[in-house]
């Protein structure tokens, strides 16, 4: 018997689905999958993804402006002698991960991935499986650090008492002005070595606030809504790190390997590399 795979099947999608992926509302894992012309992504995802590419033209731009930044910060990291990655908000698995990245420089590189959307999960353990010494997938919510800091395959992987590079990249804008954005990121930094490293980026509004509200109605009814804040704001949120130059800038400006996009003002969101020394 052939079995015909449904329209929202992608590639890597079985066609059973585990019943805590969640069809009826848009999780921001999919949405940047669709954005980033990936194939694992629900109808839900790609009509919220459609509000903010309509509202913002550039959105697509800043997604792969980000993925880009990934992994200039990456090599940056494993060129700086840094093998162990805790990568938290992860999104799905595709080119140019973190692993990929970090072990193109660092065959050893160990990295732990970790989200809060099941199918992130389901997705990357079963495309890493068999790499369980490089490499772990935890699904944890990065507002619970401790959750994250003492999960037995984080704590298996990694040594804390060795640097380890955290990334939040396009993470922190999931959450909320309410939910102590800088006290998540400190609990990290308390828990790292000296030598340790944190990498973030993070939306802004791009001096354009109607036109970011109009982009941001996108994930009014997704799983985490999205907010900005501005330069300070994410600058702050380095705190007890030391940022290497150029400092926290809009992503194209960060370290370019290539001739700088003329409209690199449409990127919205800024980011840097940081060192606990
Ligand atoms: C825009 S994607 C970024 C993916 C990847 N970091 C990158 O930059 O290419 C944001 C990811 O963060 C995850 N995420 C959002 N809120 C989260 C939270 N509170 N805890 C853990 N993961 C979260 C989403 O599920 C999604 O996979």
Redesign the pocket.
Known sequence: MTEELGPDTGPLLPDWLPPEIDQTKA???RM?DYMLGGKNHFEVDREAAEVAMQAAPAARAM?LE??AF?GRAVRHLAEAGITQYL??????PGEGNTGEVARAVRPEARVAY????PI?AVHSRALLAGDESRTAVVL????EPKTILEHPRVLELLDFDQPVAV?M???LH??GHDEDAAGIVAAFRDALAPGSALVI?HGTDGGQPEVSAAARKGWDNA??RVVVRDHEEIAALFGGFELVEPGVVQLPLWRPEDPVREDWETIWLEGGVAFKR
């Open positions: 999780h921001p894992a940047y997604v980000n993925r990934l990568d938290i908000g992860t999104g799905l970790v989200d809060y959307d992130v944890a919510d990065v507002r990334l990249v396009a993470l999931f959450v980026s799983k985490s």
